[in-house]
């Protein structure tokens, strides 16, 4: 710990861990989109914008889920602290994906371009939190 | 001056005179009590946030102190509120051919008690979180990151989720109880101004004098 204290800045450690877990998050719902389809079908009316959601929604879960771990890990009970913590401030995200991804589903509706820019906009309120924040968490 | 607003909330609002709107009729006196509960906790969450800020700055632990207890008082407020609600709810609007517990599960989906009951979820997270950590310092400095990250997240989301969905609850156009054409009458508002001021200032007042006995006791277990 001390080492990578000495090596890296706080804002370049933290963005590097919300990427890594960004892709990797995205990598995996890429993989279980593809099971989905091969194992039970394709309801998908929408199917371009439909993969678009599932990443952008892999995407901010994972940056929400990455700077919490963070807290949890300082906090040393990471399991149980984690969900206890991760829970409340992931509903709204998780509310406004659902509205988005139904529309997905029927060739009647339209994909409400506002919903996606909000969901963009607290992606990068995120970022940025997490920028500001992560020092703080860092340093012992 | 707190004691002074909210005898004038009581009397003013419980006898003056109030608009009878269709549905509402005299449970509109319910204003008063039920939105000032949640004006105060909005308040008393963001004082708490403030004192995070000021900790993370100073790294002083009377403002973590201070941050600690505002929330402790914004929960009990969102609690008031919660049941304040739930009596005007049961009123206005349960179907009354139905029993009570029934209609219950539908009003329990309005967008905006999931997002309050989100909002005190955020800080009994809060609180779990703080008693989780055994040193002190740490337990200040990562729970006034937590307080930062979840306030600035959840507020946003809560202010602008509820206009997005659909809801039973009003105030869906415009600020909530604060637009003057629509929402409430003038009559109303000379209470209803005053009403707010008197429920935040008795939170703050509660919460200052939790605030001086905690320093009392961290005084004496250090000494």
Request: aromatic share 12%.
């Amino acid at each position: 710990m001390l080492y990578y204290y000495t090596l890296n800045h706080p804002t370049s450690f933290i963005l590097a861990k919300l990427l890594y877990n960004g892709v990797l998050m995205m990598a995996m719902s890429a993989i279980s989109l593809l099971f989905f389809f091969l194992l039970m079908g394709n309801p998908v009316d929408k199917m371009g914008a439909f993969i678009g959601m599932v990443f952008l929604g892999g995407f901010s879960l994972s940056l929400v889920f990455g700077f919490l771990a963070a807290i949890a890990a300082r906090a040393q009970q990471n399991a149980a602290v984690m969900a206890i913590l991760g829970f409340p401030v992931i509903i709204p995200q998780v509310v406004l994906l659902m509205r988005l991804s139904s529309t997905a589903f029927s060739p009647l509706l339209n994909i409400p371009t506002p919903t996606v820019l909000l969901l963009l906009a607290l992606d990068a309120l995120v970022i940025l939190l997490a920028v500001i924040l992560f020092p703080f968490l860092w340093k012992d | 001056m707190t004691t002074c607003l909210l005898a004038y909330t009581f009397l003013a609002g419980l006898l003056g005179p109030v608009p009878r709107l269709p549905l509402l009729q005299e449970t509109i006196r319910n204003l008063y009590f039920h939105v000032c509960m949640w004006f105060a906790m909005m308040i008393l969450f963001t004082i708490s946030v403030v004192h995070s800020i000021r900790y993370l700055r100073t790294l002083q632990p009377k403002f973590d102190r201070a941050a600690r207890l505002y929330a402790g008082t914004g929960i009990l407020f969102g609690l008031l509120g919660y049941s304040t609600g739930a009596i005007w709810a049961s009123f206005t609007w349960a179907d009354p051919n139905i029993p009570l517990l029934d209609s219950f599960s539908t009003i329990a989906r309005d967008p905006k008690l999931i997002g309050a009951a989100v909002a005190l979820l955020v800080y009994a997270a809060y609180m779990v979180l703080r008693d989780s950590i055994n040193d002190i310092d740490k337990r200040a400095r990562i729970s006034a990151v937590y307080n930062v990250f979840a306030f600035v997240l959840l507020f946003p989301a809560i202010w602008i989720l509820p206009r997005i969905l659909p809801s039973l609850h009003p105030g869906n156009e415009g600020n909530p109880a604060l637009d003057v054409k629509n929402d409430i009458s003038a009559g109303m508002r000379i209470v209803f101004y005053p009403a707010v001021l008197g429920w935040t200032l008795l939170g703050v007042w509660i919460t200052q004098l939790k605030i001086r006995l905690q320093t009392l006791v961290d005084k004496k277990f250090e000494s």
